[in-house]
């Protein structure tokens, strides 16, 4: 079967450690999507913080998608519209807001559509979050009334024993209410339920006629193995966690050695 669409994480797999796409994967990317095939940027960023590469990939001038806050939005780059929106419950902040304050150091984060907002005090890892997405930090008195849209993810940032011992209480109590899981070590993402990148772009490929076995997806972390094992193709990078690839049909090269670009051209040309 031929692939007709390319799911690709984004930090640690489409771009380098520079956090940039290299010259001759931007133009593989852009020369599939002029053959008719579909590229979608799936990433546990904001929208907003997606929307640097998917210009640069011209992603609204084919039709093609992103896929942010690990797949609680899809968005259509030609209309910019979102086409699968999932958003948390209400009535978790105060919960939630309990139990991480008994860990020191640790921040809970939201978005609006230009800022990220700071639930307790941020933390190195906060600063890290506003750096990769390039959105500035607020910090909120009252989080909870700060957050005026139904929000379509939390993130807890902190260090990593200390998210451990947070995830497993967090999970304890909230159970099948929300789904609940590391994407980094720092990283704790609060997620709606049933909500990864794979069940989003199911949800995708339905829409548009497509089938699992017609997609390619690319990863390198914990929140890229269900969508790897969806694929018809699922590759992980070299530099990927060794359960991710573990988990993948194929290994490509590095993030730093142009390993989308070697998918590209193994299977896409």
Do not use: W
Not at 27 to 34: G, K, N, P, T, W
Not at 61 to 71: E, K, P, R, V
Not at 253 to 263: A, E, P, R, Y
Request: hydrophobic content about 35%.
């Amino acid at each position: 079967m031929e692939y007709q669409i390319l799911a690709l994480d984004l930090d640690g797999t489409l771009t380098n450690s520079k956090k940039e796409i290299s010259r001759p994967t931007l133009e593989a990317l852009i020369d599939i999507q002029e053959q008719g095939k579909k590229v979608v940027l799936a990433s546990g960023r904001p929208t907003k913080g997606v929307l640097p590469l998917a210009k640069q990939l011209h992603l609204e001038d084919y039709g093609s998608y992103i896929l942010s806050f690990n797949g609680a939005r899809i968005t259509d780059c030609r209309s910019m519209q979102a086409i699968y929106n999932k958003t948390l419950p209400g009535d978790i902040v105060e919960p939630l807001l309990q139990i991480l304050r008994k860990y020191d150091g640790l921040d809970i984060l939201s978005y609006t559509a230009d800022n990220i907002l700071s639930g307790i005090k941020p933390n190195k890892y906060t600063e890290l979050e506003s750096r990769i997405n390039h959105m500035p930090i607020i910090e909120t008195d009252d989080f909870a009334t700060s957050i005026k849209e139904p929000a379509n993810k939390f993130l807890v940032t902190g260090e990593p024993e200390i998210i451990a011992k947070a995830q497993k209480e967090v999970t304890d109590y909230f159970r099948s209410y929300l789904y609940i899981y590391c994407s980094d070590p720092f990283f704790l993402e609060i997620m709606p339920p049933q909500v990864d990148k794979a069940h989003s772009l199911l949800k995708l490929l339905s829409s548009i006629g497509l089938t699992s076995d017609q997609m390619i997806c690319c990863g390198d972390g914990y929140n890229d193995i269900t969508m790897i094992e969806t694929a018809g193709l699922g590759v992980a990078m070299a530099n990927a966690q060794p359960l991710v690839r573990e988990r993948a049909d194929y290994i490509t090269k590095s993030n730093d050695d142009d390993g989308v670009l070697h998918v590209i051209n193994e299977f896409l040309r």
